[in-house]
């Protein structure tokens, strides 16, 4: 008898903005945030018809199925609150501009994965659990990033699934092809086009070896990972379809979690029945009936399916082996939950939602379950012990014991196939030893009828002739004509659907031109001018400049982001600005002030996309025909024409009267709204983009094609990075961060970006986590927390840097980090940082001098307090300038820098030369 938590939250939705009256929009996926400990989770996501990624507090629903579940008066598990509880909302992500048709987390847990019918898949992530910012009303809300978009479908993305490394991630769409991309270099792997109809459904396996895919060809695929070639086409059992499985948009297939079962959805068997075909590893993934399990019992298509990520075992009986758990969901508003050992579903759960099911999700304990529909609304089961199947869950590290002889079994069959050893994934398994000759485990733990594995049944003549036939069908396609005849199609070498990776990142071509986005596909962009981009503030500088290699203003860098509200803060006074349709292609943007409306005005321009305003009385407009327009944000008063831009904006930026504008070409413009002048506009092109240089002549010098793609020596570019987030230093300058942790600062006397923080010395003492801890409460403090992103950001960030490094080399990697800090603080007007730097880098070499001077720590010592006792009279050193110490330099290097050396024995002569010059400069000036 199941007697768990139920729970249909009325708040746990997605919002139309249209009012009650309408239709909810539909919420097209689910998903739990894995735990490698498999603990309950700590978020739930959601992706919903709103166009909206929506993050929400596991903690917050299991509180409130309680409470529901505890009501004596309750008479059903509907919970009625309109209103989310407080913290139950945890971010809402809008980088989507079309319905959200997937959302996956990594197996990891640290990023989400969301693709939809805006053709586009999206990777988020959390960049510190700290990090939160203010929602619409005001509420604190989890601040996670978007990495740059993945691009390369032609059609809407229906399905994603994420490799059991975390590493990989493939996409399905409706275009009939598979897209398989790296996650961490964002470069597509390959593409898999094998497909004749639409792919509605996409699943990694566990052992991480193949891909499964399900198609409107009425064909499931089952792809090798190591050549991504097909395996196996499975379509016996999907060949006959009721006029209503043409209709399901959704087949999301699933891989058991010992990997040995693959459960396929949208199958129908004559006469009447709806099933869901499950085929065995066992058996190479044999259509024979003898091999084949199909679940029965559904009215509808079978639209969705999910495993249990746990294995359970009755009574915690170790004699007993280990079952699993599944959950089926369909066009017929029905869920059914089954468990190994029964032919009939332990659960079936009818009239709960007034539409189709969409999306099935698991918690990483194996007790909670959610299932979410088009209706707009979730179902949320929270089951307790011995209510699935009898057992419990399997503790973590017996399942992963478990899991490792399971897969083990596997790998000398796997042979035959091309595998490598199993497992591939050194996160699932880290205590296993492969070349172990453990027993193998020889239960079938998935099978719904039996707990005993039935043996893998011998080839026919005819399967071994086709296996034998196998690699002369690669290079021909087969096709129906009428009658049942074959037409045999030869294909040459190169039509295979294996591909190499390609050297460029975000998006499957290089940048697209603006007006043209058809030409995603292009591996070569043509160009009609070849303007740089590289603009100085004044036709001066340009004119002084010389010509160099950049991107042309007629590329896009950055994808638009429409943002259409704005919150204008001015002492007790909070205005929020919004901006509506109206007619004619004409926009309202009107100011809202307490219960009423105080300005409104009407805005051109083919639509608006970006709005920002400062309590410095200005508000900025930016709309798609790529104008600024700016408005007194006290009476709506238009301040200025409208000022024509290179793009459409990108973002906004406001601190006290300045205001700084970044386009998605990536230009950079910063203006004193006080004068209305213009302080610096620079392009930050060559930080996003590396240009693709034309080929070479055999004497070195670039092919003339003719043009002046010749004289500037770039065809194409491929985007590196992605800008996450902008500022303006104190020395009135645009400071950028970028999406793989480097910053950079405009400097307006070198006219040139300077970076300020990077991942380059990942072996440096500054470099992790617990040295920037003491780093945190001084004043400023903004290059700790920029060297922190770039700690976060790296692929080469360890928990103990130093520990597999030379001492020489981790001592000459912190001075020079030390260094870096202390001129990129200077660069951006942190001077109370750059004094805290300064004293980290005298103490590190007073630590190594004399003792030991193999990278002249000795002379940089010498260097510093010279540089001191110049400046003291006036006199700036050419080569250390610390001028950012005021008047007070003689006084720190007296009361700061010689206390620190005289902590070296061997440094007293030194310090007792410079105690003398000290006592010396103050006799001169007189103080």
Known sequence: WVVMHVLKPAWLRHDSGSGREKKAPAVCAVDFQPSHDGSVPRRLATGGEDCSVRIWSVAEVDRRAAAVAADANASSALDVHDKAPKGALLAVLREHTQMVNSVRWSPNGKMLASGGADM??????????????????????????????????????TDIAWSPESDRIVSASVDNSLIVWDANSEQRLAKLDDHRGFVKGVAWDPMGRYIASQSDDRSVVIWRCSDWRPEKRLRRILNALAPSNSMVFFTRLTWSVCGTKLLATNAYMKPSSQVAPMFSRESGFSEEKDDLIEFVGHTGPVCASRYSPRLYRKDNNLSELPYQCLCLGGHDRRLSIWVAGSTKPLLLIEDVFDEAITDLSWSSDGYRLIASSEDGSVVYLRFLDNELGGGKAVPMEEQ????????????????????????????????????????????????????????????????????????????????????????????????????????????????????????????????????????????????????????????????QRVTRSAVIRGGENTRIVEAVPFQGGLW????????????????????????????????????????????????????????????????????????????????????????????????????????????????????????????????????????VAVDITSKQEPLLMLSDGHSFVYDGELCAWLRVADDLFSSSEMFTTQQLKRYQGRADGIIGKLQASAAVASHNFRASPLANVDSRRATMETLTHLENLIVSSKAIGAYQDAEYYLILYVTKLASQAPDDDWGGTLLRLREVCDALLQSSDGITSPSLDLGFLGENRLNFLETSVLPILKSNVKLQRFCKDYEDMVSERRRRLGI
């Open 120 to 157: 586009v898949l999206l990777i988020h992530f959390l960049p510190d659990s700290k990090a939160f910012r203010h929602g619409p009303s005001g509420e604190p809300m989890e601040d996670w990033q978007c990495r740059r978009p993945l691009r390369g479908h032609n059609g809407d993305i």
């Open 588 to 723: 309202t943007v009107r100011c809202l002030e307490g219960k009423g409306t105080r300005w409104r005005v009407i805005v051109g321009g083919g639509g608006v996309t970006a709005l920002g305003g400062s309590s410095e009385s200005i508000l900025a407009v930016g709309t798609s025909d790529s104008f600024l327009h700016c408005y007194s944000s006290d009476s709506g008063r238009l301040l200025l024409p409208a000022i024509a831009l290179d793009s459409p904006v990108w973002t906004f930026h406001f601190q006290q009267s300045l205001m700084l504008v970044v386009t998605i070409s990536g230009q950079c413009s910063l203006y004193d709204t006080f004068r209305f002048r213009l302080l610096v506009s620079r392009s930050a092109a060559p930080l996003l983009a590396q240009p693709a240089m034309n080929s070479k002549s055999e004497t070195g010098s670039p092919k003339d094609n003719g043009g002046d793609e010749a004289t500037l020596g770039m065809r194409a570019a491929t985007i590196r990075r992605n800008i």
């Open 400 to 559: 992963r014991r478990v899991l490792a002889e399971r897969w083990r079994s596997f790998v000398g069959s796997s042979a035959v196939n091309g595998g490598t050893d199993i497992p591939e994934s050194a996160d699932i398994l880290p205590s296993v030893d492969l070349k172990s000759t453990s027993k193998p485990i020889s239960s079938d733990c998935v099978r719904p009828t039996s707990s005993i594995a039935l043996p893998p049944k011998a080839p026919s003549r005819k399967e071994s002739e086709s296996d034998r036939s196998q690699p002369a069908r690669a290079s021909q396609r087969e096709e129906r004509l009428a009658g049942g005849k074959r037409r045999i199609i030869p294909q040459t070498i190169q039509s295979s659907n294996l591909e190499s990776p390609k050297p460029f990142r975000t998006s499957e071509a290089p940048l697209t031109p603006q007006g043209n986005t058809e030409s995603a596909g292009a591996s070569v962009l043509k160009r009609k001018r070849t303007i740089p981009v590289e603009t100085g503030p004044t036709l001066q500088n340009m004119e002084s400049m010389s010509v160099v290699p950049s991107l042309p203003l007629t590329y896009y860098l950055l994808d």
